[in-house]
């Protein structure tokens, strides 16, 4: 008789507190960028397309790095792929005191596409540093656990994005201070946690997609077409598709939900930041909404209907009705919550031996997110609200590949 599998193991406690940890930094980075968008329009005198470059820079660094990090990993471990990912991190943070002393858009942009490179290596890493510590059957609950704390970095973010960059006169400030100051300051707590983790003692793990639990096939990611490469796949070609067009959406939504705050809302800079952190908060309700109805309806038909209520949401947006189009603003992340993890597991199914390398593959879906914002930049520089109507042809490919495309084929 099969026991019933643990969340995660007693030896493997502290190990899953720290990679947790690491799902909340990079959400709290990521959420900030889109700070940074405003104050750099304010201070460095950009133009709203200009500011979609800093988007560009963080998520373009992912489609570089996210096939030599999974090569890294895969030849030195997960702790060292973690340690590397940190160091990344913070060097990108410590380059902000230069570019901030040269006031040099291009300079940030650089010391972004740095911090870029550390954030895609621990994201590479920590997805299946995650998935392995513990029983395989329980590795979807241990993601998702892990994934509501990076939506909890999100929230905490554009709060403290709001109050050093966007509070008082700070926006009138041109010699960023208040960047370096809070930059070097994360900085800082990376490196402390790089350094604890580097002493940190991490027990014997295994693949949790080669692990084989006796008469439980629940257990294993079987290949159901070992005869084909890792493109044959095309549930997996269709994935990698619909991860791109879906961090394309995300990424352009939250570039420039602080101006449709301030140019449609009329509210000042700092309050607009501050809802944002609300935006956040949406996701991770979301996030919890959804993966309670997964336990009754099948993920890809949930992920067809967040699709519909996205595209519903941007049709509302573009609107401008005040408070209906903003409500509406809002629930677009809520639609959103689910899409990237559950893209991510319909992809990786029944690939066996391939999983990893896919993982990767679909990892580097998140470049959409360095196109996206310049294109809506350009018609956000005429119009915000009309500027949403562009994440549309996303979800709608999202629909797709959740309606029909999701199917794994022998």
Not at 42 to 48: A, K
Not at 51 to 63: E, H, K, M, N, P
Not at 157 to 164: D, K, L, V
Not at 175 to 187: E, F, N, Q
């Amino acid at each position: 008789m099969t026991n019933k599998p643990a969340f995660t193991e007693k030896r493997f406690i502290v190990t899953f507190v720290f990679v947790t940890l690491l799902f909340l930094m990079w959400g709290l980075l990521h959420a900030m960028s889109d700070v940074l968008n405003k104050h750099f329009q304010n201070v460095l005198n950009l133009s709203i397309s200009q500011s979609g470059l800093i988007q560009f820079s963080v998520f373009g660094a992912y489609f570089i790095m996210s096939i030599p990090a999974g090569l890294f990993m895969k030849k030195y471990g997960y702790k060292s792929g973690v340690i590397l990912g940190l160091l990344l991190f913070a060097g990108g943070l410590f380059l902000f005191v230069p570019a901030a002393n040269a006031a040099s858009f291009a300079f940030f942009r650089m010391a972004l596409f740095i911090v870029g490179c550390g954030m895609a290596t621990l994201e590479t890493v920590a997805h299946p540093f995650a998935a392995a510590l513990g029983d395989q059957r329980k590795s979807d609950l241990r993601l998702n656990f892990a994934q509501t704390f990076n939506a909890v970095g999100t929230i905490i973010g554009p709060t403290i994005g709001g109050f050093f960059l966007l509070s008082g006169d700070t926006v009138k400030s041109t010699d960023l201070t208040s960047v370096k100051t809070l930059y070097v300051a994360i900085g800082i707590v990376v490196i402390l946690i790089a350094v604890v983790f580097a002493f940190l003692k991490i027990p014997a793990l295994t693949d949790p997609h080669a692990t084989i639990v006796a008469d439980d096939p629940e257990a294993i990611n079987v290949d159901v077409a070992p005869s084909k490469k890792l493109f044959q796949h095309s549930h997996f070609v269709w994935a990698c598709v619909a991860q791109f067009f879906n961090v394309a959406a995300q990424a352009g939504t939250w570039a420039y939900f602080i101006n449709y705050g301030a140019s449609v809302m009329h509210f000042s800079d700092e309050k607009a930041a501050y809802f944002m952190s609300l935006f956040m908060g949406m996701m991770l309700l979301g996030r919890i909404v959804g993966t309670s109805l997964m336990t009754v309806i099948a993920p890809n038909k949930l992920l067809a209907v967040f699709a519909c209520g996205s595209i519903l949401m941007c049709l509302i947006v573009a609107q401008s009705l005040g408070w209906t189009s903003y409500i509406a603003l809002l629930m677009i992340n809520f639609f959103f919550s689910i899409m990237f993890p559950t893209i991510f597991s319909l992809g990786i199914k029944n690939l066996g031996s391939h999983t990893q390398q896919a993982s990767s593959f679909i990892a580097m879906g998140v470049v959409g997110g360095a196109v996206f914002p310049m294109i809506m930049g350009q018609i956000a520089n005429q119009s915000v609200a009309h500027a949403y109507y562009l994440p549309i042809i996303c979800y709608a490919v999202i629909f797709l590949f959740g309606a029909k495309f999701y199917k794994v084929k022998h």
